[in-house]
């Protein structure tokens, strides 16, 4: 973990990169993402969750209130706000660490960062076709640090996949200097689960210590493998079976350089990435 960033909130939370492997407890307050759909959707249910979360070792509390599952049908802006609002003030008024918004959509992230949430998670890395360049804008405005994914809408790649995916984050960096968006506020995503074969999945973490450094410049990774089908089409394991293939997946993404994991299943997890970050840093 060779990328370092500290960042300070105006709320006095602050948040960072690079010292350790930093957990993000993932709080869907949806009915139907897919492998905890409906578990966490009312307030209580949600902040105990949260709150166990952080007991368990969680850095970082991710809220969504959009499924990104497969097949997904997007919601408008104005639904998904008014699902999210209600969750996102409670959670940011109880919750000792960043929270973080899982969204694609400006006028939502908007809503997010003006009601307190430290850091934006866009699952199309700043290039939401509906929306060229709001989210950057949004984000840049906000001085928000923002996870930016890989994603694309096939499956098909007409060259290799890891060059495929660095010409996506070049892209990225692109929109993002045009919005004047700090590159330091960039946090990459390889997309684990999103416009990707169960073998280029695969392959991307094998290869993953590929994306760390585009042209010559080093970002922080986020990881977000958990639970993910991918896995199921490797081991044959329902959905919620793969705790210890997520933690495999882990395990191997931060040896590769991940400086962040994304991940349902907290306090085993956290465990596991605790005991690989003192083996890395071993004398």
């Given at each position: 973990m060779t990328v370092t960033r500290k960042y300070v909130f105006r709320d006095g939370k602050e948040l960072e990169i690079g010292k350790r492997t930093l957990i993000m407890g993932i709080l869907n307050v949806t009915p139907d993402s897919f492998s905890d759909g409906g578990s966490w959707n009312t307030l209580d249910k949600a902040l105990q969750h949260m709150e166990d979360m952080v007991r368990d070792g969680a850095d970082i509390i991710d809220v969504g209130a959009e499924s990104s599952r497969p097949g997904f049908h997007t919601m408008p802006?104005?639904?998904e706000i008014e699902r999210l609002m209600p969750f996102l003030t409670k959670v940011l008024a109880e919750c000792p660490v960043p929270v973080s918004v899982d969204t694609f959509k400006a006028d939502t992230a908007q809503a997010a960062v003006e009601a307190g949430a430290h850091i934006l998670n866009d699952i199309w890395?700043?290039?939401y076709?509906?929306?060229?360049?709001?989210?950057?804008e949004v984000a840049a405005r906000a001085d928000a640090p923002i996870v930016v994914m890989h994603n694309q809408t096939t499956k098909v790649y007409d060259k290799d996949i890891i060059a495929s995916m660095q010409d996506f984050f070049r892209r990225t960096i692109a929109i993002a200097d045009r919005a004047g968006l700090k590159r330091e506020n960039l946090i990459l995503d390889p997309g684990i689960g999103f416009g990707k074969t169960p073998e280029g999945n695969l392959t991307v973490l094998r290869r993953q210590q590929e994306l760390l450094t585009i042209d010559g410049e080093s970002y922080p990774l986020l990881l977000g493998t958990s639970r993910k089908s991918f896995m199921g089409a490797a081991l044959g394991l329902d959905v919620h079976?793969?705790?210890?293939?997520?933690?495999?997946?882990?395990?191997?993404?931060?040896?590769?350089?991940a400086n962040i994991v994304r991940v349902h299943d907290v306090k085993p997890i956290a465990r596991m990435c605790r005991m690989t970050d003192a083996v890395l840093q071993a004398p």
């Open positions: 802006a104005a639904q890395g700043l290039q076709a509906e929306e060229p360049g709001r989210m950057a079976e793969r705790m210890e293939a997520t933690g495999a997946t882990c395990v191997i993404g931060i040896t590769k350089g």
